[in-house]
């Protein structure tokens, strides 16, 4: 069990996280907030190359800072820009990493080609990654946050650079690792997270805001979404009067998705929430009340 | 250690080795061939280095009174040899130059004097008279020897002279243009050796920090003591970059033969220098040797440090290129070329390493205890 304990980081005067309270055990965790509210600072603690300024992060008790490479040899790890050598190939390069992780260079050889597979890397292993798309990193880098078979699996917005179907196959991956491993995900896509994660966690200001399942999530939302078609001319009288948080065009309306806490008119009935609508609402119009 | 053996590897670029191999070449053309290819360097140099050898042959490492007047009867075989010669020479005979010390003065201003001069000495390059310069040189030398103790302000160097004077050393028959050669050679290798650890080693953490591998490093087991591996590969790299270079340089100057002066004292009559220790060329060129690690090492340190805080390479040059000139100064002056050379204050040779390896040190040691704190924002 990993236990953040009030833990807040200061720089200075700047708050960088205030009084973060956060307990996980085995599953997927969706840290989600926009850019800038924190999630990397919570990230880079877990994986201690930051230090907190109050409170502790204990893993089974033990505080990660004192457990130092006991801990790390635990985790994985795939930070917001993952490094890597332009000349080196997949192969070389988890080769090197797999040493910086204490793992024996016989296990290494085995391993390397088994999660190069898994990304879908295997024709490319022996080839440098200097002309590698943005994805094909991307993956690289899932599989050597995989490489120690880690218990804890951090991963700041992973599916940067994915395609779709990349997306979906990572997405399946996580759930079939999440058995019995601690798995934070942080991002700020929300379709990351909304099939898989079996908690949200949402930072505003500084501090958490939520720790919920989707559906507890969704259910502070419940019966106050609701959707409904408009003229293009309504439409700046529309954003006016109401709360949208989400608005498209289809067969030459606009279509609004908004927030009211009464039924705005008898003929409009609410909409079941997403994550979606929670995400906008929390970060688009303030905290939910 | 496999870490250690990565690190190592990654230090080891084939286009900083390029780069390294085509300054060495510069470096070569432009300061040191002429100490290899000029050995010794003219005439009576080349007589000089014969007659030594020879001295070495005849009266052991050391020349002492007797041997001394021994040393001037061959002289004045030499002198008759020349005035042999003379008496051979019809042009002699027309100008009226019949001996050595009649030749010697000639007044070269007069211009039938100066043809004959140069044509026995620069055309015909008769031996014995170059041999004759190289004599008066040596006897000079050794007649004159401790009379230079007054150019010697300090007291301390006035002392180390007479100590000198008191012992057997003196009489060493250890020729300048050796010491001169291997001063030369030594002092401008060693600044090659400089620029070529502080090359390799100056990208140890650069090069993660640029391509944001440090994160990613620092969150594996090993964490940050990869700080340390780090700073042990750089330390290997630069004792194999040093190895090398002095293999090389050695390689080069076994062609220039003095071996047969390694055994003689340094400390001689016909030295430029005296110096503070009693050195044998041999115990010298070892000196040297590890003061060229010791400076190659601080210059591995300084390079580590730089490249560890330097957030990219126009700063890291830009800290590590007033290092490598002052360490190159101080390399040029007295840190390795004329090593422990009495003209410089002992104090002065002993406390600039002991500064650099202090300061150096201190660096490393703040950045490691920095390493355990620090924040990798």
């Keep these: ?289 | 250690m496999r870490v250690f053996l990565y690190e190592l590897r990654k230090l080891f670029n084939w286009k900083v080795l390029l780069l390294i191999l085509f300054i060495s070449f510069l470096f070569y053309k432009l300061f040191l061939s002429f100490y290899f290819e000029n050995f010794p360097n003219g005439r009576p140099a080349k007589d000089e280095f014969m007659i030594t050898k020879e001295m070495i042959n005849k009266y052991g490492h050391e020349m002492d009174e007797k041997e001394f007047q021994h040393f001037k009867n061959w002289y004045k075989q030499k002198k008759d040899e020349a005035n042999a010669y003379l008496k051979s020479q019809q042009d002699a005979e027309k100008l009226g130059i019949t001996t050595y010390e009649q030749f010697r003065q000639l007044d070269l201003t007069n211009k039938q004097y100066a043809d004959f001069h140069e044509k026995v000495v620069f055309v015909d390059q008769a031996d014995v008279f170059w041999e004759l310069q190289a004599f008066e040189n040596i006897i000079e030398q050794y007649e004159s020897k401790g009379r230079d103790i007054e150019s010697y302000t300090d007291e301390d160097q006035q002392e180390r002279v007479k100590q000198i004077m008191a012992n057997n050393d003196v009489n060493s028959v250890f020729p300048y243009l050796v010491y001169e050669n291997y001063n030369e050679l030594t002092r401008f290798w060693t600044v090659l050796i400089i620029i070529s650890v502080v090359m390799v080693t100056c990208r140890v953490h650069i090069t993660d920090r640029l391509n944001n591998a440090i994160s990613l490093q620092y969150t594996t087991k090993t964490g940050r003591n990869l700080f340390s591996l780090k700073l042990l590969a750089a330390l290997a790299a630069t004792a194999l970059i040093t190895t090398v270079q002095i293999v090389i340089f050695w390689f080069f100057y076994l062609g220039n033969g003095t071996q047969a002066f390694f055994p003689l004292s340094i400390n001689s009559f016909y030295n430029f220098y005296y110096f503070w220790f009693d050195f044998t060329f041999e115990g010298y060129i070892i000196t040297t040797v590890i003061a060229i690690y010791i400076v190659a090492i601080v210059a591995a340190l300084f390079s580590v440090f730089f490249s560890r805080i330097a957030q990219n390479y126009i700063t890291l040059i830009g800290s590590l290129v007033p290092i490598v000139v002052l360490l190159s100064y101080c390399t040029l002056k007295y840190l390795v070329g004329e090593l422990f050379a009495i003209l410089h204050p002992l104090m002065l040779t002993i406390g600039t390493f002991l500064v650099l390896i202090a300061i150096s040190t201190i660096f490393i040691i703040y950045r490691m205890k920095q390493e355990k704190l620090v924040d990798l924002i």
């Design chain 1, 1 to 289: 069990m990993l236990i953040v304990d009030h833990v807040s980081k200061y720089y200075g005067n700047f708050i960088a996280l205030e009084n973060v309270h956060l307990q996980f055990d085995n599953g997927i965790y969706g840290l989600l907030a926009p850019n800038g509210a924190g999630k990397t600072t919570l990230m880079k603690m877990l994986v201690t190359l930051i230090f907190p300024t109050k409170g502790e992060i204990r893993y089974n008790g033990e505080n990660i800072i004192h457990l130092g490479s006991k801990y790390r040899e635990l985790l994985g790890y795939l930070p917001q820009q993952f490094g890597y050598y332009k000349h080196y190939t997949p192969a070389k390069y988890l080769l090197y990493l797999s040493a910086l992780k204490g793992i024996s260079k016989h296990e290494a050889k085995e391993k390397i080609p088994e999660l190069l597979k898994l990304v879908g890397l295997e024709d490319v292993m022996h080839k440098k990654m200097r002309k590698f798309s943005g994805g094909m990193i991307q993956r690289v880098g899932i599989a050597q946050a995989l490489l120690n078979d880690p218990k804890i699996l951090i991963l700041d917005e992973p599916t940067a650079g994915l395609d779709p179907t990349e997306r979906a196959r990572f997405r399946k991956l996580l759930t079939q690792l999440a058995n019995n491993r601690i798995i934070i995900l942080s991002t700020h896509i929300v379709s990351d997270v909304e099939s898989i994660a079996n908690e949200i966690i949402m930072i505003k200001d500084k501090t958490i805001l939520y720790k919920k399942p989707i559906r507890e999530l969704c259910q502070l939302l419940s019966g106050r979404i609701y959707e409904t078609a408009a003229d293009f001319q309504d439409a700046e009288i529309f954003r006016k009067r109401f709360a949208t948080i989400s608005e498209k065009q289809e067969n030459g309306q606009m279509i609004f998705r908004f927030v009211s806490d009464e039924q705005p008119n008898e003929n409009w009935k609410s909409v079941e929430p997403t994550l979606e609508d929670v995400f906008l609402h929390v970060y688009g119009e303030g905290a939910l009340a």
